[in-house]
């Protein structure tokens, strides 16, 4: 089995970080890479993911996600890899085991904690079915970009952060007018 590198783009990369997917496909970059081969995710100098190639049609190389680092990235200068395209190398078996193993996260169930995850909006409507739909409207609409979720860890609703674009964002205009 092979040891490789994978450099994607910073907006495919924010996608990522967005939306829990199982796999990510690089188009066109399958090259040498077989189905099994484990691959280190890249972004900006930094591993986000230790993922295992998996079998696709055409040229696309299709990574499935073993273990994510998308909160805490693995720097990897020792990579030199070119950030400005996509671009897969092989990645000296040592080297890989190391930043393979600094990788955080767990893929174990019994390891995960239940959150709480909320999106809260004040809906004006004649009807609860026409605040839903509004709702998933103004969802649509705004999305991560604009709308921020409200995460807690189950029984510490004091730990409620608020989130957007997957980062965490103050959202009390009382302490952003103190800055």
Do not use: C
């Amino acid at each position: 089995m092979a040891h490789w590198a994978v450099i994607i783009p910073v907006d495919r990369w924010a996608t990522e970080r967005l939306f829990h997917h199982d796999t990510v496909t690089v188009s066109g970059g399958a090259g040498p890479v077989e189905p099994d081969d484990e691959v280190l995710l890249v972004v900006g100098g930094e591993v986000v993911a230790l993922t295992q190639a998996v079998e696709a049609d055409g040229d696309d190389l299709v990574l499935a996600y073993l273990r994510r680092a998308f909160d805490e990235p693995v720097p990897a200068a020792e990579l030199r890899l070119d950030e400005h395209d996509v671009r897969i190398a092989a990645v000296d078996p040592a080297v890989f085991r190391r930043l393979a193993g600094a990788i955080g996260g767990t893929t174990a169930v019994g390891e995960k904690k239940t959150w709480l995850v909320s999106v809260a909006l004040p809906i004006e409507a004649q009807t609860p079915a026409e605040a839903v739909r509004q709702f998933w409207s103004h969802v649509l609409e705004l999305g991560p970009v604009e709308l921020p979720t409200y995460v807690w860890p189950s029984g510490d609703e004091l730990a409620m952060q608020a989130f957007v674009l997957g980062e965490e964002a103050n959202q009390d205009p009382e302490e952003e007018e103190e800055d």
